[in-house]
């Protein structure tokens, strides 16, 4: 394919008849998310019917062009890490609408992906559990939660156990089928959990001796449609004060499937082949370092970036 510079969120379109299939997709999705309450997305005027259709569905019926099309199935895969036929229509307008519109989602400036905390945003973890001290307790997964009395009773896969009045769960809806509840949850909300896979991704972070991309007057970011390209989308990585040059690149949906089954050695060959061809510089075959992170593979994640509802879901167990 194709490799050529731009500014925006989105690549530019030269075919009139394509731009103009863009434009509609885009109002589009944001005018039909318009219509999706916020916190009661069960109850938007076509919800049950939009609940009915995938993206794919929706894609298809929207886009006139190959080009939006291909695109529109990029744009699902970088924002959910999961396939437009995997995820309801209602519920990816609903995580759209939420993130400020198909704009402001796919943006680095003023957008999704414009800003990082400096030293990582593991640090509010990490300062959090300094205030509370030894109250915090890593490495203990609860495996039974016990509610049937006033104290609720906790009981951790090491066996310790713990009293409290209130439990809250952050965690992935999937997970919380590892823990043994009494009494059993509600039906419905056992059937949910069921019902809501985690997207699928590997973390690609390419280390360099310098931030090379930027001789060219590059920002880092890049966006790849090829089919065989391993990498969908890419971001600077480089410390704040310029040290550790490092592009950041995701191996998304299908891909990050396919690609996990190689030998890390070979991911990251591909990827530099990759950048070499798409940055036009040979210097992108000389990394200094690499690691990346299959989030497939964390049993107390399951995946990333997040559960997704595939369709009928949200209407019928959301609620």
Excluded at 12 to 31: F, G, K, S
Excluded at 93 to 100: A, I, N, P, S
Excluded at 153 to 177: F, G, M, Q, R
Excluded at 231 to 239: F, G, Q, V
Aim: proline share 6%.
């Amino acid at each position: 394919g194709k490799t050529y510079p731009f500014r925006g969120a989105f690549p530019p379109v030269w075919n009139p008849i394509a731009y103009l299939d863009y434009n509609n997709l885009w109002r589009t999705m944001d005018n039909m998310g318009k219509e999706i309450p916020a916190d009661a997305p069960w109850e938007a005027p076509h919800a049950e019917e939009w609940d009915k259709m995938t993206m794919k569905d929706l894609i298809d019926k929207i886009c006139w062009t190959k080009t939006a099309r291909r695109f529109a199935s990029l744009f699902v895969n970088i924002n959910v890490t999961s396939e437009p036929h995997e995820v309801s229509a209602l519920w990816f307008l609903w995580y759209v609408k939420q993130c400020g519109g198909t704009t402001r989602i796919f943006s680095v400036t003023n957008g999704g992906q414009e800003r990082k905390f400096v030293g990582g945003s593991g640090q509010v973890s990490e300062r959090i559990m300094e205030r509370l001290g030894d109250r915090v307790k890593l490495k203990r997964p609860v495996t039974y939660v016990d509610q049937s009395d006033d104290n609720i009773i906790i009981e951790t896969l090491n066996h310790e156990l713990y009293e409290c009045k209130y439990v809250i769960s952050a965690i992935p809806p999937t997970l919380t089928a590892k823990i043994h509840f009494r009494p059993e949850l509600p039906s419905e909300r056992n059937q949910l959990i069921q019902r809501l896979p985690m997207g699928a991704i590997i973390k690609c972070m390419m280390y360099y001796k310098e931030a090379f991309w930027k001789k060219k007057d590059y920002c880092g970011c890049m966006i790849i449609e090829d089919e065989e390209a391993p990498i969908s989308i890419t971001l600077d990585d480089t410390k704040p004060d310029g040290s550790l040059p490092a592009i950041m690149g995701f191996i998304l949906a299908r891909k990050a499937d396919r690609l996990a089954k190689l030998h890390k050695e070979i991911r990251k060959r591909k990827i530099c082949e990759l950048y070499a061809k798409v940055l036009g510089s040979q210097e992108a075959l000389q990394p200094v370092h690499y690691e990346e992170k299959n989030w497939c593979e964390e049993q107390y994640s399951g995946g990333c970036y997040t559960a997704y509802f595939p369709p009928g879901i949200m209407t019928h167990y959301g609620r």
